[in-house]
Structure formats: structure tokens, C-alpha cells
């Protein structure tokens, strides 16, 4: 399996180099090359299978001769083993033909722990087979970076540093950052806001002497065995509901836009999906670039699900290279633009491509809060407000007939203020997280400034 880069500029590389590698040398994103299909009996066949003996079907096909399939099934083992449900993603109705998808099951209580947890291990394995040590840096918006730090903490041959926005993620996400003890974690507050981080993140890729020199590697979703984790559970709610027998839809909390295409991806793979729904919070610029065709920056506004607040969706580069055939060229120019002027129109082909596959709606703070409200009346479930955006956006995007499944990203505890404002109820943290607010916080505040940030990750390094 070989992949390339979104601007058609950069070697061509293996699971393995992609993983490790980040950002491509021309600044795009890795994919496949092709995207493997199941048959439909394989899809039928994945019925009543443990989530890990699926991910291990799922994925297969995209790891090539990376790792062997013994060592890919103890990763996925190992993987998985710390979460706090069996099912790992199970599935809660809310209503009929209404499901949600509880994904905060990890040790982080979010998605991400899906594909960091994976990572982590597969790391692991690489690093330790080349006898190499790499540096991460990750940009976060309160989820990703306390998923990258419990995956990667105490490692020997990694150093982790998590670039988050300063006073814009929740309390319970920055002191998941700021307490782990262990010497190889640093976690640092940035004057700026989520597309600051990632700004300078992709600013540290892109300066290749810098990236060389520590060994820099990415575990965003830039990252494609980040995206290429979070397809299985795609797989394994749709299959639970009758798929391949019975379409689907979903609908996406979305922000940086991997959690969505993880779901494009399932349906490339053969997954029947009736309708892919992006939802977003008051930072729409992906349902106005559906609905308008022009993708325009209009300023970050800090919300009550901070972790959507973005506006440069990464991941929508993927989105964008298919819809315009493939062609690196235009995406480097979409980008290009984008960069010097804020945005960019979408031609009508590729725009009407994008349309074909995805619907998208937007939620105001009041409806958020208001979903929290209506759900807990109506089903006793507490959701937190990025899951809110999705079940909000799902009501008015589904056919009654199609089961809608929601993906709940975060646990509520995550965002206890708006789920109590919400509810009068105020959720609790798991039990094996109970000192969190005890422990003492280890933080750095840094500017948003590309040269000191660099320096620092010099001087703190393990080298
Ligand atoms: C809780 C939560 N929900 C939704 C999202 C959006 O996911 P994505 O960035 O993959 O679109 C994020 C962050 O990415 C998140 O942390
Ligand atoms: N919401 C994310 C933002 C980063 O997204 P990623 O999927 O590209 O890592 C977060 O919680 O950090």
C-alpha cells in the first residue's frame, strides 16, 4: 500500500514512513493511494466479531507489510484493552431509528483515544525495530492532546509536546495536559487560538532543518494512521444495525474535519451510507462552504464546545484533493490562496462532488445547551456539547425511515459548566480520575511565535 501527498509534490511512502513522517515534505496530507474495498460478505462477516478483530479486518488492507499481522493484532490488543466498556464504541438509542455512538470510553474520555492508543503502540514497534527517537509536537484543542500525552507518556524514545490555546479548552482537558509527571511531557499554552497551534505545528514541518534535527513526527490527524483508526468504528456501529443489509447515516461533530473522513472512507471501502451530516457549532465554515461554495475565514469564536472552535479544517484538504480528482496542483493553489487572502472558492464540479457526499448543518450556543436539555428530559443521557451540535443537527438531517447514528465524541464530564448550565446536573468524573483536580499542573506558557517555539523544543528535547 503506498501513499501520497494531497499537493502531489512529495515522496511516495509506505504505511510505516507515513505514519512517522506527519505532514508530507510539500505540506500536504498523506492517502492511500487507492482505497481497498471489503465485499459485502466480508462486511456481513465482521457481524457479532469483537471490536478488535475487527479493526484488524478494517485496517489490514491499509498497513501493507509495515507490521506483521501478529504484531498489528497485539498493537490493536493492547490497544484497546484499557477501555472502560467491552463493546469499546457502544451504541445507545435515543430515539427511534436515533442512536449514539459513545466513543468516550478511553482513558482520555474522547475519541481520540481510538487512534492514539493504536499509535502509540505502533510507535512503539517501529521506533524501537529502527532504533530511532522521534520528537512530537501536537496542536490541540483540548482533546487530541491529552490522548497524545496519556499514549505517549514515559516513553524512552519519544518526547511529546502539545501546543493548546491558552484559557480555551475546559478545565478538566487542561489539567488532563498539565498533571502527568513523567519528564518527557510538555505541555504549553499558546497566546492564540486552536489554528494558531496548528499553524505554527505545520510551520515546524515545513521547515525541514528544524524538522530534521529533532526528528520532529505528528500525531494530528495529520497523521493518516489517525484517520485510518477511527474508520473501524464506523464499521462496527453500521454492521450492529444490519449494514450490509440495511444503509446508514451519520452525523459528525466536525472541526478538523478526521473524524468525518474517517467516515468517507468507510464508505469508500463498501460501507452502504446513505448520508455523511458534518455538524457544526457557531464556527461553520464547513457548512458555509457546503451551502455557499466558498470557504472564508471569518475569526475563531470561543464556544461552549471548545473543542470545534477551528476554522482551518485540516482534514478538509483530503475531502478537497478527491473532489478535484485528484489533482495536487489545484489543491496547492486552493491552499495557497488560501493562506494569502483567508479563502478560496470551490470550483462547481468539485463543489458539486462534496455536496454528492456530504450534508451539513450549524448550531447556535442556545441549541446546543437547548439539546442538552431536551435529551437529559427526554432520556436521563447527559451529553456534552460537541455531541449536542451533532444530535441537534442530526434531528433536522434524517430520514425516519434510515437509522441515524450520532457520534458521541467527548464524555460530559469533560465540559461539566455547559452540562450542568444545561441540566442542573453536574456529571462526575470516572473514579480513576478523582484527584485530577489535586494534582499539581506543569505548563508553559509560550508565544505564538515560530522561532521561540522551536527553541524551546531544542532546549527541552531529550536529545
Ligand atoms: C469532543 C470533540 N468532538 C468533535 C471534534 C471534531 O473532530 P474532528 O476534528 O475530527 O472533526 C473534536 C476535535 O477534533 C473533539 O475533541
Ligand atoms: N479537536 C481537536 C483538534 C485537533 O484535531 P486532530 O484530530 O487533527 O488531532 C482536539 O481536541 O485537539
Known sequence: MRYISTRGEAPVLGFGEAMLTGLARDGGLYVPETIPTLLV??????????????????????????????????????????????????????????????????????????????????????LKREGRRVTIVGATSGDTGSAAIEAFRGLDNVDVFILFPEGRVSEVQRRQMTTPSEANVHALALKGDFDDCQARLKDMFNHFEFRDAVGLAGVNSINWARVLAQVVYYFTSAVSLGAPDRTVSFTVPTGNFGDIFA???????????????????????????????????????????????????????????????????????????????????????????????????????????????????????????????????????????????????????????????????????????GDLFSRPERVTSVPNDLAALEALVHERRKA
Do not use: W
Open 41 to 126: 460478505d466480508e462486511i456481513r462477516a465482521l457481524g457479532g466479531l469483537s471490536y478488535e478483530e475487527t479493526a484488524f479486518r478494517v485496517m489490514r488492507p491499509f498497513v501493507g507489510d509495515a507490521f506483521s499481522d501478529d504484531e498489528f493484532r497485539t498493537a490493536i490488543a493492547k490497544a484497546y484493552q484499557g477501555f472502560g466498556h467491552t463493546a469499546r464504541a457502544p451504541l445507545v438509542q435515543l430515539a427511534p431509528n436515533h442512536f449514539l455512538l459513545e466513543l468516550f470510553h478511553g482513558p482520555t474520555l474522547a475519541f481520540k483515544d481510538f487512534a492514539m492508543q493504536l499509535i502509540g503502540q505502533l510507535f512503539q514497534i517501529a
Open 263 to 433: 467516515g468517507y472512507i468507510a464508505k469508500r471501502m463498501g460501507l452502504p451510507i446513505d448520508n455523511l451530516v458534518i455538524a457544526t457549532n457557531q464556527n461553520d465554515i464547513l457548512h458555509r462552504c457546503l451551502t455557499r461554495g466558498r470557504y472564508q475565514m471569518d475569526g475563531v469564536k470561543p464556544s461552549i464546545s471548545p473543542s470545534m472552535d477551528i476554522q482551518i479544517s485540516s482534514n478538509f484538504e483530503r475531502a478537497l484533493f478527491d473532489a478535484y480528482g485528484r489533482d495536487g496542483k489545484a489543491v496547492s493553489a486552493l491552499m495557497a490562496e488560501m493562506k494569502e487572502t483567508g479563502g478560496f472558492t470551490v470550483s462547481q464540479g468539485a463543489i458539486q462532488a462534496l455536496r454528492d457526499l456530504f450534508a451539513s448543518g450549524r448550531v447556535s450556543e442556545e441549541e446546543t445547551l437547548a439539546t442538552i436539555t431536551a435529551m437529559h428530559k427526554a432520556t436521563g443521557e447527559l451529553l456534552c456539547p460537541h455531541t449536542a451540535v451533532g444530535v441537534a443537527v442530526a434531528d433536522v438531517n434524517r430520514d425516519r425511515n434510515v437509522p441515524m447514528i450520532t457520534l458521541a465524541t467527548a464524555h460530559p464530564a469533560k465540559f461539566p459548566d455547559a452540562v450542568e448550565k444545561a441540566t442542573g446536573q453536574r456529571p462526575g468524573l470516572p473514579e480513576r480520575m
